[in-house]
């Protein structure tokens, strides 16, 4: 079933949105080679706690950390660890955000010291690749079109659009309808109306869309270890375009 959210919902879910947002902007002052995705975890459950608020996917159907950490070749999910970053890596930090019932939801790829032009081109292709996205989610749009402007875009750019995992609705829990892939086409699928709230989360690949999983059965990585960018942002859909809870130029 697809709700829409209340004012009232929508505030809440804003007011998650805004610690969400402190949270990641203080996760980027602390991404350094020799720090450990571990302690980024530790640092997040705690500030979170602080503000009252908890780690939503924390639990959700056994997953055991505040943050996914998803490295280099990792696409999502990617559990924390004790190993270390290194110049050079790249690393996806993505974070649920409850408080007081208002969910927000975010990822964000950080490189870690000095990263190669490549890498580099794939960090900026994969977050202009979400704001495509996120400009098609107007009332009346198609879900069609939202993963149409993502796989055109990037795949006009020489990367590729993961197709097994979407965005999804959010809102009073993690994972509601509708899907959003990030491929598709034009005017297809469901119509956008005022007052859903959905995630759009592209997963862009260096080279092979395809996904691999890893033995802890969340992980997903590359086929080809070719590396993976992710950048998300929880978004309103009103009558006065997309409305971004989680939106960190504000």
């Not at 809440?12 to 450990?36: F, N, S, W, Y």
């Not at 990822?107 to 202009?128: C, F, H, M, R």
Request: proline residues 4%; charged residues 25%.
């Amino acid at each position: 079933m697809i709700t829409r959210k209340s004012k009232r919902e929508i505030e809440k879910m804003q007011q998650a949105g805004d610690l969400l947002v402190k949270c990641h902007k203080e996760v980027a002052k602390m991404i350094r080679p020799g720090i450990t995705t571990l302690e980024i975890d530790t640092f997040v459950e705690k500030f979170l706690a602080k503000h009252g608020a908890t780690p939503e996917q924390k639990g959700y159907s056994g997953y055991p950390y505040a943050i996914c950490a998803s490295v280099n070749d990792e696409i999502c999910h990617g559990f924390p660890r004790e190993e270390k970053l290194v110049n050079g890596d790249i690393v996806t930090v993505d974070m649920v955000v409850n408080l007081n019932g208002g969910l927000a939801d975010s990822a964000w790829t950080y490189p870690v010291g000095n990263i190669d032009e490549a890498g580099q081109k794939l960090l900026n292709v994969s977050k202009t690749s979400l704001y495509k996205g996120i400009e098609q989610a107007q009332v009346g749009s198609r879900i069609g079109d939202i993963g149409h402007a993502i796989q055109t875009y990037a795949e006009g750019e020489g990367f590729a659009v993961v197709r097994d995992f979407t965005g999804h609705g959010i809102g009073p829990t993690i994972h509601e309808e509708p899907h959003i892939p990030h491929f598709g086409l034009p005017n297809k699928g469901l119509r956008l109306k005022e007052g859903m709230v959905i995630t759009i989360e592209p997963m862009i690949n260096e080279g092979s869309w395809q996904s691999k999983m890893d033995s802890n059965n969340w992980t997903a990585r590359t086929i080809d270890e070719g590396r993976s960018a992710q950048y998300e942002h929880t978004v309103v859909v009103t009558r006065d375009g997309p409305l971004l809870t989680t939106d960190q130029d504000r």
